[in-house]
Every structure is written in C-alpha cells, then in structure tokens.
C-alpha cells in the first residue's frame, strides 16, 4: 500500500472535504467486500427500494428476489445493487444506474412489471421507492 | 468551532423550510410501517451509507449507533433515517436530509466526527457514503 492510499483525500463539487484514513484491506476479503457496489464517479442514479414484507409466500419471494437480481444486472445502464434486510423486518435495497432512462426501462420490463405487480398484491405489506442522483460519493475503496 | 461551522450553522438554520406531510398514522395503525421514513415531497436529500463491520466492539457499536440516531433526530434539516443490516453483513442506513448544508452541518457535528473516527479505525470493514438528491417518490402511503 502507498503513502497516498494510506492517507486519502477526496473531495467533491459540493465543497465537502473528506480526510480518510487507510482501508482495512487486511480485514476485508475480497468476497464481502463485493458486497458493496462499486460504483463509477458521480453523477449516476440510485433507486432506493424500502420495504416491509408481509410475510406471505417465502418461498416465491426469494426466488423471484434472486431472479430480478440477475436480470436487472443485464439490463444497459445498471452499475449494482445492495440488498439488505433486518430483523425488524425492514428492508433496503438499492440499485444503481447510469441515468433515468435505464431506471425507466427496467421499471417497464416485462418480467420486472410481473414481479411489480406481485410484490404489490402479495410480498409487500409497505414500501417506498424513492429515484435520486448521487452527487459525492466516499468510500474506502478509493 | 471556526467561524466557517458557525456561518454554516446560522445560515442552515435561517434557511430552514419545513414541509412535512402527516403523520400516516390513520392508514399504518402498526409501529412497524413507521420503520419507512415519511418524507416530504422531493426533492430532499439522502445520505446512502452502506458499510461491512469488522465485527469488533459490537456493544460499544450499538451503543453509538443507538446514539447517533437519536442525536440525528435532533438537527436542523433532518426529515428520517432508515436502517437494516442483513445476514450477509451488509448494513445499508439511509438517512433522508432537507439540504445539502444540512447534512454538511451534521457531518461536521463534533459528537458524530468522533463516532465518524471510531468507525473509520475501529467498527467498520469497508463502507461507501453518497450523497443523493431524491427527486422522485412512490408509496404504498400515497
């Protein structure tokens, strides 16, 4: 590891200044750490998907998260997803995308509009999906 | 505090607009659909912190994080905070921020640079931060 990795500076347009300290590389193997999408220099768009599940159907739950999973990272303009469900219940999942139109063509999907419409009348007991532009971006990958 | 913050600080609170929707109380009768935050009409902001623990400490973790949700709670411009970890280890906390000089002001908020600190050298693995202006939203609520 260099002198410049182990004392990062990063900033962005937004004025905001980050001192960070070295990675812990050492502590991180490579499979987790793909856990976490690794995502071009903004702009690009995040589609944060919040839920709480209804608890009905499992089974076709899971695999039809498996399933959209794989189709949306063939779909042009993603860039990765990051799933993540407590035991409270509630869950995030966000997936990022080049631009609004690759978000919009994957809502309109064939398949993704079945899986829209199930989560909607069977999966889902609430959720809220919110479109944003990220603008800075840290992380200790850099 | 330089007389940077304390600009920051006075300005954020002169410019603060609240325009918060209700409470969604007569339609989500459970605490559990209080688990999604209620946001106002975008755009708003959304700070996207999505991070592996080393697994470390997880007492004196919990601890901060218990407390740094509660003292979010209580800065200008803070609109709600939404947190899962799964089994996998991947936690994804979205917090939702009226502007880009409010989140500015709570990152640089002492008590959390020195939670910001310990997490960097001690509770987390990896982790990625963005910062994303939300310019759309879709509820089961609405």
Do not use: C
């Amino acid at each position: 590891m260099t002198n410049d990795e182990n004392n990062l500076l990063v900033s962005n347009k937004n004025g905001m200044t980050h001192h960070m300290k070295a990675p812990h590389d050492e502590h991180s193997p490579s499979d987790e750490r793909k856990l976490i999408a690794s995502t071009p220099k903004p702009p690009y768009y995040a589609v944060v998907f919040s839920s709480l599940r209804t608890g009905e159907d499992e089974a076709g739950y899971g695999q039809m998260a498996t399933r959209m999973q794989e189709l949306a990272a063939e779909q042009p303009g993603y860039l990765g997803i990051e799933p993540a469900r407590g035991d409270d219940g509630l869950g995030i999942t966000v997936s990022y995308w080049q631009d609004l139109q690759s978000i919009r063509a994957w809502r309109q999907h064939s398949e993704h509009q079945l899986a829209q419409q199930l989560g909607k009348s069977r999966w889902y007991a609430a959720y809220t999906l919110r479109i944003a532009r990220v603008e800075a971006e840290v992380s200790t990958d850099e």
